[in-house]
C-alpha cells in the first residue's frame, strides 16, 4: 500500500475508507469510555476514581465521540463517500479535492478530541455543553467548541458535494424514482446537516464567547438566558438524530431487500411521504427536550402534538421495511441478522419514546435512566447495530474477499444479548427512580445490583464487537474471494467488480426504462 497515494488520495472509494478507519478508532475510544463508567458504577461509593471531574470527562468523551466521531462521519462519511457514486452511476463525486478536505478535517476534529486526554484540563461538559455549568467550570470548555465545529464544518462541505452529486452526475436513464432508498436517505440527512449544522456552529461559538471573552450571552446575572443556548443546541440535535436514523434506515432498505430478494414496499411512500415528511417535521419538535426547564403549558402541548406527528413518516419507513420482508425469500447471512436485530431494538425504542413526549409523563422520567435507556435502544445501538450491518454487507465490495459467516453470526448473538441486558435494565430502574448523570449513587443502594448486571451486559457487548472488528481485519487480509456480486444484487454498485477500479467503471453505465434497483422479480 502506497501510503502517500492514501494521504492525497481523491478518489471518493479511499475517501470513504478514511472516514470508516476514523470512525471505528472514534468508536474504541467511545466503547472504553462507555466501559470506564460502568466499572465505576458497577459498586456503590468510588470505584475506579475518587474524582467526579474524571466521570464528567467520561460521559463528555463517550457521548461527544460515538455521535460526532462514529456514528455520523461513518453514515454521512463513510457509506455516502463509497456507495452513492457507485450507487448511481457516476465516476466520482462532484468536488473529488472538496471530499478529501473533508475527512481531513475530520480527522482533524478527531485528534482534538483525543485531546481531551492529555491536556490538564479536559472538557467535562458531556456532549450537550450546557451552561452555566459550561462557562465556569475548569474544563477547556474551548476544546469542546473547536471540536464541534471543525466536525461540523466537514460535514456541511460533504453535504453541499453529495447534494451536487446526486443532482447532476446520476446515470443516463437513472431518474430521481429510480434511486435506492439509502441515495435518498442520505439526501435527506444532507439537508438537515446544511439548515441545522450552522444553528449549533453559532451556539458552542457563543458559550466560548462568554467564557473566554467576557460576554453574556447566556448570563442570567447580566440580561443572558442560559435557556437560549438549551433552544440552539436542541434545535440543531434533535434534527441530528434524523441525521443518524435517515442513512441507517437507508442501510437496512438495501440489506432487506436484497436478502428478501423482494422489492421495496411502498416506496413512494417510503421516499415523499417518510423521507420528506421527516425533513419537514424534524424542525419542530426540539422543545420537548426542554419540558422540565420552565415554560408556559401551551408550548408543552404543541411540541407534544409535533414530537407525536414526526411518529407518522417515521412509520412509513417502517411499514415499508417490513412490508418489502413479506413473501420473501428470505436468507440469515450476517448483515441480514443484524438489520433484523435493528428492527427488534428500534421498535422497543421507538415504542418506550411514546412517553417521553408526553408533557406529564416526561417530567418524571426526564432526569432518570429511562432516558438514557430509551436513546440507546432507538438511536445509539440500532445505528451502530446498522453500520455493523453496512459493513458486513458492502465488505465484499470494499476489499474483494468474505468475512468469516461463523464469526460473523457469533459476534452479533453475543453483542444482541449483552444490548439488551444493559440497555433494558437501564429503563428499568430508570422508572424506578433511578437519576443518571450520577457518579456515587449511594442514596440509591437498591440499584446496586442492577448496575453490576448492567457492567457485565456491556462487557459482553464489548466482546461481541471485538470480534465483529477482528473479523473484518481477518477477512480484508485472508479471506477468500468475493467475487463481483455474491449478493446477487440488483443494485448498480454490484454491477462493476469487486473492488471497484479508479473511476469505477470503464465508461459510464445506463439503465433501462426497466430498470430499477429493487426489480428482483424481473430476473
Same mark, same amino acid.
Given at each position: 500500500?502506497?501510503?502517500?497515494?492514501?494521504?492525497?488520495?481523491t478518489?471518493?472509494?479511499?475517501?470513504?475508507?478514511?472516514?470508516?478507519? !476514523?470512525?471505528?478508532?472514534?468508536?474504541?475510544?467511545?466503547?472504553i469510555?462507555?466501559?470506564?463508567?460502568?466499572?465505576?458504577?458497577?459498586t456503590l461509593?468510588?470505584?475506579?476514581?475518587?474524582? *467526579?471531574s474524571?466521570?464528567?470527562?467520561?460521559?463528555?468523551?463517550?457521548?461527544?465521540?460515538?455521535i460526532?466521531?462514529?456514528?455520523?462521519?461513518?453514515?454521512?462519511?463513510?457509506?455516502?463517500? /463509497?456507495?452513492?457514486?457507485?450507487?448511481?452511476? +457516476?465516476? #466520482?463525486?462532484?468536488?473529488?479535492?472538496v471530499?478529501?478536505?473533508s475527512?481531513?478535517?475530520?480527522?482533524?476534529?478527531?485528534?482534538?478530541?483525543?485531546?481531551?486526554?492529555?491536556? *490538564?484540563?479536559? *472538557?467535562?461538559?458531556?456532549?450537550?455543553?450546557?451552561? @452555566?455549568y459550561?462557562?465556569?467550570?475548569?474544563?477547556?470548555?474551548?476544546?469542546?467548541?473547536?471540536?464541534?465545529?471543525?466536525?461540523?464544518?466537514?460535514?456541511?462541505i460533504?453535504?453541499?458535494?453529495?447534494?451536487?452529486?446526486?443532482?447532476?452526475?446520476r446515470a443516463?436513464?437513472?431518474?430521481?424514482n429510480?434511486?435506492?432508498?439509502?441515495?435518498?436517505?442520505?439526501?435527506?440527512?444532507?439537508?438537515?446537516?446544511?439548515?441545522f449544522?450552522?444553528v449549533?456552529?453559532?451556539?458552542?461559538?457563543?458559550?466560548?464567547? #462568554?467564557?473566554?471573552?467576557?460576554?453574556?450571552?447566556?448570563?442570567?446575572? =447580566?440580561?443572558?438566558?442560559?435557556?437560549? %443556548?438549551?433552544?440552539?443546541f436542541?434545535? /440543531?440535535?434533535?434534527?441530528?438524530?434524523?441525521?443518524i $436514523?435517515?442513512?441507517?434506515?437507508?442501510?437496512?432498505?438495501?440489506?432487506?431487500?436484497?436478502?428478501?430478494?423482494?422489492?421495496? $414496499?411502498?416506496?413512494?411512500?417510503?421516499?415523499?411521504?417518510?423521507?420528506?415528511?421527516?425533513?419537514?417535521?424534524s424542525g419542530?419538535?426540539?422543545v420537548?427536550?426542554? /419540558?422540565?426547564?420552565?415554560?408556559? #403549558?401551551?408550548?408543552?402541548?404543541?411540541?407534544m402534538v409535533?414530537?407525536?406527528m414526526?411518529?407518522?413518516?417515521?412509520?412509513?419507513?417502517l411499514i415499508?421495511?417490513?412490508?418489502?420482508?413479506?413473501? !420473501?425469500?428470505?436468507?440469515?447471512?450476517?448483515?441480514?441478522?443484524?438489520?433484523?436485530?435493528?428492527?427488534?431494538?428500534?421498535?422497543?425504542?421507538?415504542?418506550? !419514546?411514546?412517553?417521553?413526549?408526553?408533557?406529564?409523563?416526561?417530567?418524571?422520567?426526564?432526569?432518570?435512566?429511562?432516558?438514557? &435507556?430509551?436513546?440507546? %435502544?432507538?438511536?445509539?445501538?440500532?445505528?451502530?447495530?446498522?453500520?455493523? +450491518?453496512?459493513? /458486513?454487507?458492502w465488505? @465484499?465490495?470494499?476489499?474483494g474477499r468474505?468475512?468469516?459467516e461463523?464469526?460473523?453470526?457469533?459476534?452479533f448473538?453475543?453483542t444482541?444479548?449483552?444490548?439488551?441486558?444493559?440497555?433494558?435494565t437501564?429503563? #428499568?430502574?430508570g422508572?424506578? &427512580?433511578? *437519576?443518571?448523570?450520577?457518579?456515587? %449513587?449511594?442514596?440509591?443502594?437498591?440499584?446496586?445490583?442492577?448496575?453490576q448486571?448492567?457492567?457485565?451486559?456491556?462487557?459482553?457487548?464489548?466482546?461481541?464487537?471485538?470480534?465483529?472488528?477482528?473479523?473484518?481485519?481477518?477477512?480484508?487480509?485472508?479471506?477468500?474471494?468475493?467475487?463481483?456480486?455474491?449478493?446477487?444484487?440488483?443494485?448498480?454498485?454490484?454491477?462493476?467488480v469487486?473492488?471497484?477500479?479508479?473511476?469505477?467503471?470503464?465508461?459510464?453505465?445506463?439503465?433501462?426504462?426497466?430498470?430499477?434497483?429493487?426489480? %428482483?422479480? =424481473?430476473?
Open positions: 500500500m502506497n501510503l502517500k497515494e492514501w494521504i492525497f488520495t478518489d471518493h472509494k479511499r475517501v470513504g475508507v478514511l472516514y470508516l478507519i !476514523g470512525s471505528m478508532a472514534a468508536f474504541i475510544v467511545a466503547g469510555m462507555a466501559m470506564l463508567m460502568r466499572i465505576e458504577l458497577s461509593g468510588p470505584t475506579i476514581t475518587s474524582n *467526579p474524571s466521570y464528567n470527562v467520561w460521559l463528555y468523551a463517550h457521548g461527544a465521540v460515538m460526532l466521531g462514529f456514528q455520523i462521519p461513518a453514515l454521512t462519511g463513510f457509506f455516502a463517500n /463509497y456507495c452513492i457514486p457507485l450507487m448511481i452511476g +457516476a465516476k #466520482d463525486v462532484a468536488f473529488p479535492r471530499n478529501a478536505l475527512v481531513w478535517l475530520f480527522y482533524v476534529g478527531i485528534i482534538l478530541a483525543l485531546l481531551t486526554f492529555f491536556i *490538564p484540563d479536559p *472538557p467535562d461538559v458531556m456532549w450537550t455543553g450546557y451552561p @452555566p459550561s462557562t465556569i467550570t475548569a474544563g477547556n470548555t474551548a476544546l469542546y467548541s473547536f471540536t464541534v465545529l471543525i466536525l461540523g464544518f466537514a460535514s456541511i460533504g453535504g453541499v458535494n453529495f447534494l451536487t452529486t446526486i443532482a447532476y452526475m443516463p436513464g437513472l431518474t430521481w429510480k434511486l435506492n432508498i439509502f441515495v435518498w436517505c442520505t439526501l435527506g440527512a444532507f439537508v438537515l446537516q446544511l439548515i449544522v450552522p449549533l456552529g453559532t451556539a458552542v461559538t457563543l458559550i466560548s464567547m #462568554d467564557k473566554y471573552l467576557g460576554t453574556a450571552f447566556f448570563d442570567p446575572t =447580566r440580561g443572558g438566558d442560559v435557556l437560549t %443556548y438549551q433552544n440552539l436542541w434545535f /440543531y440535535s434533535h434534527p441530528a438524530v434524523y441525521v $436514523f435517515l442513512p441507517f434506515f437507508g442501510v437496512l432498505f438495501e440489506i432487506v431487500a436484497t436478502f428478501a430478494k423482494n422489492r421495496v $414496499f411502498n416506496y413512494h411512500a417510503v421516499v415523499y411521504g417518510g423521507i420528506g415528511g421527516i425533513i419537514l417535521l419542530v419538535v426540539w420537548h427536550h426542554l /419540558y422540565v426547564s420552565g415554560m408556559i #403549558d401551551w408550548i408543552r402541548i404543541g411540541q409535533t414530537t407525536l414526526i411518529s407518522v413518516p417515521v412509520g412509513l419507513m415499508g421495511l417490513v412490508g418489502t420482508l413479506y413473501k !420473501g425469500s428470505i436468507t440469515f447471512e450476517t448483515p441480514m441478522l443484524y438489520a433484523l436485530g435493528v428492527l427488534f431494538l428500534f421498535l422497543i425504542g421507538g415504542l418506550t !419514546g411514546i412517553p417521553l413526549a408526553l408533557p406529564s409523563l416526561t417530567l418524571h422520567l426526564s432526569e432518570t435512566y429511562y432516558v438514557v &435507556g430509551h436513546f440507546h %435502544y432507538v438511536m445509539a445501538v440500532a445505528g451502530t447495530f446498522s453500520i455493523f +450491518a453496512g459493513v /458486513y454487507y465488505f @465484499p465490495k470494499i476489499t468474505m468475512y468469516n461463523f464469526w460473523g453470526k457469533l459476534g448473538w453475543i444482541f444479548v449483552g444490548t439488551n441486558i444493559v440497555f433494558w437501564m429503563m #428499568d430502574i422508572v424506578k &427512580g433511578m *437519576p443518571r448523570r450520577y457518579y456515587d %449513587y449511594s442514596h440509591f443502594s437498591q440499584f446496586e445490583h442492577a448496575h448486571l448492567m457492567t457485565l451486559g456491556a462487557a459482553i457487548v464489548g466482546v461481541g464487537f471485538a470480534i465483529a472488528l477482528v473479523n473484518w481485519i481477518v477477512g480484508a487480509m485472508k479471506g477468500p474471494p468475493a467475487g463481483d456480486n455474491p449478493w446477487q444484487s440488483m443494485s448498480l454498485e454490484w454491477t462493476t469487486s473492488p471497484p477500479p479508479h473511476g469505477n467503471w470503464p465508461s459510464p453505465p445506463s439503465v433501462s426504462a426497466e430498470w430499477t434497483p429493487y426489480a %428482483y422479480d =424481473r430476473r
